[in-house]
């Protein structure tokens, strides 16, 4: 079964300072994994996202997200934190091998960002 | 491209009433919507999966009757909680995949907004 690990609820850093959210996951076929952000009062929006290929993803906002196999790790971050990355964080994979399509999200990290 | 849009946007209504909420994918064709509950500060909880043309699929623990969920085209998605209580009080989002693309990339998909629903 597969399943999504994200280390720390809430995670706080400096403005200027780098960011990094971890997440694991664990799958028995080749993981197809997402990071989302959600603003407060707001939908779902994809930061970026892993298929195959390239283990460095680039997303938008400056983000971008390394999959290593190795570690079951797709952990996120951000060379600078802006005020306007406060927001929660979501990691998800994509449960492929049922055919449904379904994600399992990550229980979420919380941003704060600190003038 | 790949938006998806949720009316309304937030609703309050009185207990025992319905409340209808749709599901719309503005520039792409949904072979798949999904419908998630957010309780406050927690992650997304999938309620159904469906597909057009046929019965939604809901996850263990839903009650189908109690959330209808129709999805009469390739565009549009309708939740509907029936006879609402203040327990139904939630935030409600959906999402939507297209089924195109090559390979897995038709796995991706898009958020609506979501509404925020409050029972009295």
């Known amino acids: 079964a597969q399943s999504v690990t994200q280390l720390g609820s809430h995670v706080s850093v400096s403005e200027g300072a780098l960011v990094l959210l971890r997440c694991n996951y664990s799958?028995?076929?080749?993981?197809?994994l997402f990071w989302y952000v959600q603003y407060p009062n707001q939908g779902l929006q994809l930061l970026l996202k892993?298929?195959?290929?390239?283990?460095l993803v680039k997303g938008i906002n400056g983000f971008e997200a390394e999959f290593k196999k190795s570690e079951t790790s797709f952990h996120l971050t951000k060379p600078s934190a802006h005020m306007s990355d406060a927001a929660e964080y979501f990691c998800?994979?994509?449960?492929?091998?049922?055919?449904?399509?379904?994600?399992?999200f990550g229980t979420g990290t919380r941003l704060k960002v600190l003038a | 491209g790949a938006v998806v849009s949720q009316h309304p946007s937030w609703v309050i209504c009185k207990s025992g009433t319905s409340v209808k909420i749709e599901c719309r994918s503005l520039d792409f064709q949904a072979t798949t919507m999904f419908w998630y509950r957010q309780f406050p500060k927690q992650s997304l909880m999938l309620m159904a999966t469906?597909?057009?043309?046929?019965?939604?699929?809901?996850e263990q623990g839903v009650e189908k009757d109690k959330f209808l969920i129709n999805h009469a085209s390739l565009t549009l998605s309708t939740l509907t909680v029936t006879s609402a209580h203040p327990e139904d009080s939630s935030f409600y989002i959906c999402?939507?995949?297209?089924?195109?693309?090559?390979?897995?990339?038709?796995?991706?998909?898009?958020f609506g907004p979501g509404t925020r629903l409050l029972v009295l």
């Open positions: 998800a994979v994509s449960e492929s091998p049922s055919g449904t399509y379904k994600y399992i």
């Open positions: 469906s597909n057009e043309g046929s019965k939604a699929t809901y």
């Open positions: 892993y298929t195959t290929g390239a283990t």
């Open positions: 799958s028995s076929v080749p993981p197809y």
């Open positions: 999402s939507a995949r297209s089924g195109l693309g090559s390979g897995r990339a038709k796995e991706t998909q898009y």
